[in-house]
């Protein structure tokens, strides 16, 4: 496959454009929203995805190290694009073997044993062919742009066509799964595709489109690749969930404890799409679970005030800014309202020294379990038991369910459904209901 480079914003308006011409086709449509439960296994269609394709191969720019230190970077061969500040070409030269990238007062500096050194504020390094790059002993397929962040940062950007980047994203994210549960990395692998593709107008004029961490999707590159995740990749391939004209943002989480997150509750500050309010996850309204197998379906953390008082006292002002003085002691502490999903949409902390509330998911930020800088509680699903004394909370209990934002995908309940015999584009009318399936490219 020929891989193109597209280093600056203007080619992106290409995919916008695709995908608005492709709608006017309509060329497939996911269920709509189910009202009561499924019909029987045995009655769902099982044939592939099978879709008209048209258009380019869209190219994502992936964050994958930022650092102050020196890069170490490993590469069969290939050539380098010299750039100014304001993206021009300033000059061309051929690398192979070891280098090493650093900072200098004013931008970059490349070195290669053997060859003259080259400084530049950004660098490209294009591959011969397919060969990639390692960097820092991770290989990864595409190119390469480099770039000084802020003075004191390097920053290294993969550049890559969306599927090969997806192939080091689906077992990051959704894990190696058992003979059966195909049909759920063909549902990750279009979930990853729609996510990405909907970052692209939104991050056209920054220096990337995602970073590879959980604050996007965790990518890996080469070493993250798995033989049936690829495949259902290439199986999937130009597919996206549409909406409204445009990929959607399929947002998606490990487990969503039987019921997923309206994203007005869990992001209020975040734009709201209907395909995104939430809904249970279970045969009709009385079934089972799709998630049930999960080790974080139900769970129980449990602080004393005092760890508490210890904990907030660095979170709480972590995310709510300077509003938060410093406070010895909690004095009470409770939900704000439920939402149907059974998670709490606001907490209300009362302090020696104020009052404050915190809303959606920021609550599983502040309420950390063990440490202030450590793991985020696992989810907003949980009822709250608290213990009052003296005029301060002695100990506070949270019964709880579910591992992480829940709003979009459950990828646990999307592999119970693949296991229970449920096709990909059910599982995705399931998850993201009234949207189209569009293949793109």
Not at 133 to 143: C, D, K, M, S, V
Not at 184 to 213: C, G, H, W
Not at 362 to 385: A, N, Q, Y
Request: hydrophobic share 35%.
């Amino acid at each position: 496959m020929k891989t193109t480079f597209r280093y600056l914003p203007d080619n992106r308006s290409l995919t916008a454009a695709l995908i608005a011409v492709v709608l006017l086709l309509m060329v497939f449509s996911c269920a709509a929203p189910d009202r009561g439960g499924y019909p029987p296994v045995e009655t769902l269609p099982e044939t592939e995805i099978d879709l008209p394709g048209s258009g380019d191969v869209p190219v994502v720019r992936v964050l994958i190290l930022e650092t102050g230190d020196r890069i170490r970077i490993d590469i069969p061969g290939g050539q380098v694009a010299a750039k100014s500040e304001d993206g021009r070409t300033i000059g061309r030269f051929e690398v192979s073997g070891t280098l090493a990238l650093s900072k200098t007062k004013n931008g970059l500096r490349l070195k290669q044993r053997n060859r003259p050194v080259h400084e530049a504020p950004i660098m490209e390094i294009r591959p011969t062919g397919n060969s990639g790059f390692t960097i820092e002993e991770t290989p990864y397929r595409g190119g390469l742009l480099l770039r000084r962040h802020g003075g004191k940062k390097i920053q290294a950007i993969n550049v890559i066509e969306i599927d090969d980047y997806l192939k080091g994203v689906l077992p990051s994210e959704i894990g190696y799964l058992k003979e059966g549960q195909y049909e759920a990395y063909k549902v990750q692998a279009i979930a990853s595709r729609s996510y990405a593709l909907s970052k692209l107008e939104e991050k056209k004029n920054e220096p990337f489109d995602m970073r590879a961490t959980i604050m996007d999707q965790v990518y890996k590159g080469i070493k993250g690749e798995n033989r049936v995740a690829s495949e259902a990749v290439e199986k999937t391939r130009g597919i996206v969930g549409v909406w409204g004209g445009e990929p959607i943002r399929a947002y998606y989480s490990a487990c969503c404890g039987g019921h997923t997150s309206d994203v007005r509750v869990g992001w209020p500050w975040k734009a709201h799409y209907p395909y995104l309010y939430g809904r249970r996850d279970a045969h009709g309204e009385a079934g089972k679970s799709f998630c049930s197998s999960s080790r974080h379906f139900r769970w129980e953390v449990v602080w004393s005030g005092s760890d508490l008082s210890r904990i907030t006292g660095k979170t709480l002002p972590a995310e709510l800014g300077g509003r938060v003085p410093p406070f010895n002691v909690i004095r009470d502490i409770k939900v704000v309202g439920y939402a149907p999903s059974g998670r709490a949409r606001a907490i209300e902390i009362v302090t020696d020294k104020g009052t404050h509330r915190v809303e959606g998911d920021r609550i599983r930020w502040v309420l950390r379990p063990d440490s202030s800088r450590g793991p985020i509680l696992r989810s907003t699903l949980f009822k709250m038991e608290v213990s009052r004394g003296g005029g301060r909370v002695k100990q506070i209990r949270i019964k709880g369910g579910g591992n992480g934002h829940g709003v979009g995908m459950c990828q646990t309940g999307a592999i119970g459904m693949a296991t229970e015999g449920f096709s990909a584009e059910r599982i995705l009318a399931h998850y993201y209901p009234g949207v189209s399936l569009v293949r793109i490219y």
